[in-house]
């Protein structure tokens, strides 16, 4: 028992820094992923339907469904507006929860600093990637209609 060595840890050092990850990777991609299937299948839905006069099951019948809604309710009904706002922000919440899971802070007590990092993970990029994409086409179409 003599030659085992304790290990040297230096507490000076360990309480001068403070790491905070913000949200769990795996868990803030599948969320991304899940607020992500509406919005997909409704794009794909009028592009098939809409432009390319193809119907092809479940991508061109959510689009069905949402226009059917549509023409039956209105603008006043609930139900509209719930699929409007999950159409809408549905991928910036999913890019926020993605961007929150791949960003790090440390707080530095010697500096009295902030020093944020961002890890590659490629799942989470791509949710973001694909979410920006997403949220880009349907602000534009925002834009270009109401403008």
Sequence with gaps: MENIEQPSCD?????REF?????????SAMTGAILLVLPFLFLSGVVLKHYMRIDFGILTSVYEWIGMIDEEYGDNSILNWIIRISLTIGPL?????NLLAVTHARIEKASRGLVLSFKMKWLNWLVILICSGVFAIFFLYFVVENG
């Design 11 to 15: 507490v000076s050092n360990h309480q």
């Design 19 to 27: 790491r905070l990850t913000l949200l769990n990777t795996k868990k």
């Design 93 to 97: 919440v999913a890019i926020a929860l």
